[in-house]
């Protein structure tokens, strides 16, 4: 299984971005799968994690009510839609699953037995 992120880039602080994960070799039923992020200096934190087939979703606070994780089974694709972006939004994102669908443990333990390659955010004026 592989996941493939795509979508970041620059935009200016207010600004959106969409953020997509490609899964290929493997359908996305019964997984749990999330975005984290990782600053320069930074420790790995977690943006958002979602459970694919009960659709239970975890966000940070940091990007509550600004960011929404999406999925499209069909497409074996999950999306990240940032909104009113910030500075401190600014990092290297990646995509993990957890094919045992242990959404606690990929949320709060970042326990994934696959990661993407990352795709970088930067938000600046």
């Known amino acids: 299984v592989q996941l493939v992120e795509s979508g970041g880039g620059s935009a200016q602080p207010g600004g959106s971005l969409r953020l997509s994960c490609a899964v290929s070799?493997?359908?996305?039923?019964?997984?749990?799968i999330g975005w984290f992020r990782q600053a320069p200096g930074k420790e790995r934190e977690g943006v958002s994690s979602?459970?694919?087939?009960?659709?239970?979703?975890y966000y940070s606070d940091s990007v509550q009510g600004r960011f929404t994780m999406s999925r499209d089974n069909a497409r074996n694709a999950v999306y990240l839609q940032m909104n009113r972006l910030k500075p401190e939004d600014t990092a290297v994102y990646y995509c993990?699953?957890?094919?045992?669908?242990?959404?606690?443990?990929?949320?709060?333990?970042?326990?994934?037995?696959?990661w993407g390659q990352g795709t970088q955010v930067t938000v600046s004026s």
């Open positions: 979602m459970h694919i087939r009960d659709g239970n979703i």
């Open positions: 070799g493997g359908t996305l039923d019964g997984y749990a």
């Open positions: 993990g699953a957890n094919r045992r669908g242990y959404l606690l443990a990929l949320w709060q333990r970042h326990v994934a037995d696959y």
